[in-house]
């Protein structure tokens, strides 16, 4: 099953990818209820996943064809963020793109790189079936893309819960997508990404997505303090908000 298809209200679970050893303290448990609490807000107008007018305009745009992206919206990215990345790939031409949690967007991705020039995208996610599924997928619509099954680690650099065990990347990353691990394994979960962010060149770009939730409001604030080369604003051009950072210097 990818993101075509139509799912659940919730991310899907992630219990039986969890590394041997490590599990959620009781500390991290309470701030998961929290969180969960504060996000429903958000949650309940992602249901859409926009309207029907942007997402005819979306996928002629791309050149795919009307259906290519049926279901959007809930834990799946809507079209004001898809948006958001084909009109970044237009300006900014980037050669290599890390995309962290794969669907409808690594569709949008790869169609857009296409498109304008070329360029690489290699995205991770922890379930190899949808991997597999969404790699087909690209490939039914005329794409192709580097679809990584990433396992999952102890989170580094201090943040709560899991991350990916994604090996080998590029030692350059010119725009960089947090569309994942979903808020369900913890609300700060995506803060470790900023591993990543050194090999952001000057004008290279990270969006994370879902910004304008509690969680990743704190995960904002955190990376603002620890790196003040990298210029952050946050933009609604989605239901959940997407965070914009540039490396300035």
């Known amino acids: ?34 969180f969960g609490l504060l996000n429903w807000p958000w949650l309940l107008r992602s249901l859409s996943g926009g309207s029907a007018e942007a997402k005819a305009a979306l996928v002629e745009r791309l050149g795919l064809a009307p259906d290519a992206l049926p279901h959007l919206g809930s834990w799946k990215a809507d079209t004001g963020f898809l ?16 995309e962290l949690g794969a669907g409808a967007s690594s569709l949008v991705v790869a169609r857009a790189l296409q498109r304008n020039g070329g360029g690489r995208l290699i995205s991770c996610d922890q379930h190899a079936g949808f991997v597999q599924a969404t790699r087909q ?5 005329g794409v192709d893309a580097d679809l990584r099954a990433t396992p999952f680690r102890r989170a580094p650099s201090g943040w709560p819960g899991i991350w990916y065990d994604h090996g080998n990347l590029p030692a350059r990353i010119d725009l960089l997508i947090i569309d994942g691990p ?8 995506r803060g470790a990404a900023e591993t990543l962010f050194d090999r952001l060149p000057v004008g ?11 969680g990743e409001r704190v995960v904002a604030q955190r ?14 051009a989605g239901t959940k908000g997407t965070l914009v950072g540039t490396r300035v210097r």
């Open 182 to 189: 979903p808020w369900t394994i913890h609300p700060f979960v």
């Open 1 to 34: 099953m990818t993101s075509r298809e139509l799912t659940s209200f919730l991310p899907r679970a992630d219990d039986d990818v969890w590394p041997d050893g490590v599990r959620r303290t009781p500390a991290e448990i309470a701030q998961l209820i929290f």
């Open 137 to 141: 997928w690209l490939r039914d619509n």
């Open 204 to 214: 290279g770009t990270v969006l994370l997505d879902d910004a304008a939730r509690p």
């Open 223 to 236: 990376w603002r303090r620890r790196w003040p080369g990298i210029e952050f604003a946050l933009v609604h």
């Open 83 to 98: 948006t958001l990345l084909v009109d970044q790939i237009e300006a900014e031409r980037p050669e290599i793109v890390v």
